[in-house]
Each structure stands twice: as structure tokens, then as C-alpha cells.
């Protein structure tokens, strides 16, 4: 059963205290829909790899969390929805000493990365990335002979769909006039643009965590989409940067992203601008709906009143932990600034904690 997000970060927090006297601690993701046989028949290879690592000591605590895990993965018939994290090794703080542990994690989002790997602390970014992760960017690359939909979902990369138009090439079949062929192709290309429209909206139009839209291509063809207005207004209006880009495969949603990195960072900062904007006028114009130091948000926290906390990314880690399963308890949203901002910082100095009530308490 998937754990829920309180679990995971808790579990997280954890892991990363276990350190390896050398790269004996073995992480294993084994992504969604992933062959759970394939897994456990790659690392019972993996055995005999271990075999050769020439320290004694690292040879039998790699050998060991190996043989723990593929005995586990023998309960299992199929890999859970969300896919599975193990965790397993040596843990001993005292040289010479045993304590082999291992950890099975159903995440509480589907795992779309493929792992083995031994080193001295456990790899846990991919699962750090799902406690982040609360809205998605939508990516579009296109020519006028193919177009590529993408999904960012914190920094990895999903492709949802790949479409071709069956417009021609520049060279004419024999006969035809140079403004037939031209209406011809031109007609192709409307419909083309539509066809990546109607999938844009079936991909994205009702998903809540959508943030906004990249589009990349060459220079007439994505402003020909979007001049066009063939998207939905609604995705018309999430279009956050156009990036003249050559390619329209997979290749070029990476490069539409790496290329993107100013306009996203751009659009989280006049969101926390905007945020914090509004937490400092409700301060000074309704100060009893709004809360500014640890004592009074707690209070507030308790009574069930708070409808949005905020909290500095510059915070104690284990203090936004806390905070956040308070708020999340009554149903409160929960929003991280950073102190790249003025703002961020003045809200920094101020406290780094607030809140925004649903009533006065």
C-alpha cells in the first residue's frame, strides 16, 4: 500500500542518517509497470559482480543487503501501482559489527526512475522529488511535419504523445501548380496545428496541477500555432515562453527545457512575490486574519483557522516538517518561499513563518 507524503518525508529524514564505511548501501527503484522478475533476476546477477570488490568487509556487506533484498522481492507477484524503493544495508555505527536493515517504500506517486546503484549514503532524490512536486509544466516541440508532447513534473521529463502531419516535402508531385500544391499543403498544416491542439487539451485541460505551457519550434511554425489561436483559451492563457528551438522529437523537449530555465525560475519568483504580496497586505490592513510569529501561527494552527502557512525555505528542517503536518491535518495549504526575493528575505527576517486565516481567532 503507498505510503502518504507525511510517511515518506519522515522516511527520508531517516535514510539520509545512514552512512556506509565505503559503497556498500544499495538503493533500488523499480519503476511503475516495471517487470518485478526481470529486477530480482538482475540483481541475483549482480552477486556475482560483488564477488570480485576486493575488500573483504565491503564484499560481504554488499552481498549481504543483495541477498536481503532479491529474498523479499520472492513475496511479491507483480510490482505495486506506484512502483517500489528498497533500501538495504549495513548500518552498524561500530566497525566489525552487524545490523543489516532493509527498507521497502510503496511511493505515494507512481516512480518513473530505474535504479541500482551501492555507495556510501542511500540515493534518495528521486523520492525527494514527489514531496516537491506540486504542479506540472506542459511541453510542446513542432515543425510542420512532427510534434511532441511532454510533461515536467519537477525535473524529469515524460513524453505523452508524438504526432506526425502527412504534410509533403517542398518538392511538388508532376503537374501540379505552384498554388495548388500551396493550398494543398497549407490545409494540411491547419489541420495538423488542430489535431496537436485537441491532444493539448486532452493532456492538459483538466489537470489541476497545470502551471503553465513551452512551446518550442522553429520561428514561423510555433507562431503560427499560437497566433493562430488554436489552443483552447484556457491553454492559451498557461503559454509562459516560446523558444525558437530546431528540434521536435524528445531531443527537443530536453532542449525546450534546458532553454526554459530563466523563464521558469522567472515565474516562481513573481509567484512568491505575488504570494508574500498578499500574506504583508493582509498584515497591514486585517492584521487579526493574519498571524506572523511561531507562538500565535501554532495557536492558529490549533484552532483549525489557518487557511494558508507559509514558511521560509531558510527554516529548520525539522520545524517546516512539523508545521506542514499540522497544517495538512486541517486541510491548510502549504507554500515554501525562498530569499532570492526582497520579499522573501524581508518575510525571513520577519519570522520565516505565516499564515493567512479562515477566521479570526
Not at 235 to 247: A, H, N, R, S
Request: proline letters at 3%; a neutral charge.
Amino acid at each position: 500500500m503507498p505510503i502518504t507524503k507525511d510517511e515518506l518525508r519522515d522516511l527520508i529524514d531517516e535514510l539520509e542518517t545512514h552512512k556506509g564505511r565505503a559503497t556498500e548501501l544499495i538503493t533500488v527503484y523499480i519503476p511503475e509497470g516495471q517487470n518485478i522478475y526481470t529486477v530480482a533476476d538482475q540483481l541475483e546477477a549482480e552477486k556475482s559482480t560483488a564477488k570480485n570488490i576486493k575488500s573483504t568487509s565491503t564484499r560481504k556487506n554488499v552481498g549481504n543487503a543483495l541477498d536481503k533484498i532479491t529474498r523479499y522481492l520472492k513475496d511479491y507477484k507483480k510490482t505495486p501501482e506506484n512502483g517500489l524503493a528498497l533500501f538495504a544495508g549495513n548500518i552498524s555505527k561500530i566497525e566489525g559489527q552487524d545490523d543489516l536493515q532493509l527498507w521497502d517504500i510503496e511511493p505515494p506517486m507512481p516512480l518513473k526512475t530505474r535504479m541500482y546503484r551501492c555507495d556510501k549514503d542511500f540515493i534518495l532524490e528521486p523520492l525527494r522529488e514527489m514531496l516537491a512536486i506540486s504542479e506540472i509544466h506542459g511541453l510542446l516541440v513542432m515543425d510542420r511535419k512532427e510534434a511532441t508532447i511532454g510533461i515536467l513534473e519537477g525535473k524529469r521529463i515524460e513524453v505523452m504523445q508524438k504526432m506526425s502531419s502527412g504534410v509533403p516535402s517542398k518538392v511538388r508531385a508532376g503537374g501540379q501548380s505552384s498554388q495548388r500544391f500551396h493550398r494543398i499543403t497549407e490545409g494540411l498544416t491547419r489541420d495538423f496545428y488542430k489535431r496537436i491542439a485537441a491532444e493539448m487539451k486532452n493532456i492538459f485541460y483538466d489537470n489541476p496541477k497545470l502551471k503553465g505551457i513551452l512551446i518550442g519550434g522553429p520561428i514561423p511554425t510555433k507562431d503560427e500555432f499560437i497566433d493562430g489561436q488554436y489552443l483552447a483559451t484556457r491553454l492559451q492563457e498557461k503559454v509562459i515562453g516560446k523558444i525558437d528551438i530546431g528540434g521536435s522529437d524528445e531531443s527537443g523537449l530536453k532542449e525546450l527545457v534546458t532553454r526554459s530555465q530563466d523563464i521558469l525560475f522567472d515565474q516562481e519568483i513573481v509567484r512568491e512575490q505575488k504570494l508574500l504580496e498578499k500574506f504583508f497586505e493582509t498584515l497591514g490592513q486585517r492584521p487579526d486574519m493574519a498571524t506572523f510569529k511561531e507562538d500565535t501561527t501554532r495557536k492558529a494552527l490549533e484552532y483549525g483557522a489557518v487557511d494558508l502557512l507559509i514558511l521560509s525555505k531558510s527554516l529548520n528542517r525539522n520545524l517546516i516538517r512539523e508545521l506542514t503536518k499540522l497544517a495538512e491535518n486541517i486541510n491548510s495549504r502549504v507554500e515554501m518561499v525562498s530569499t532570492d526575493t526582497e520579499e522573501g528575505q524581508q518575510f525571513a527576517n520577519l519570522s520565516g513563518i505565516g499564515a493567512i486565516l479562515r477566521f479570526k481567532i
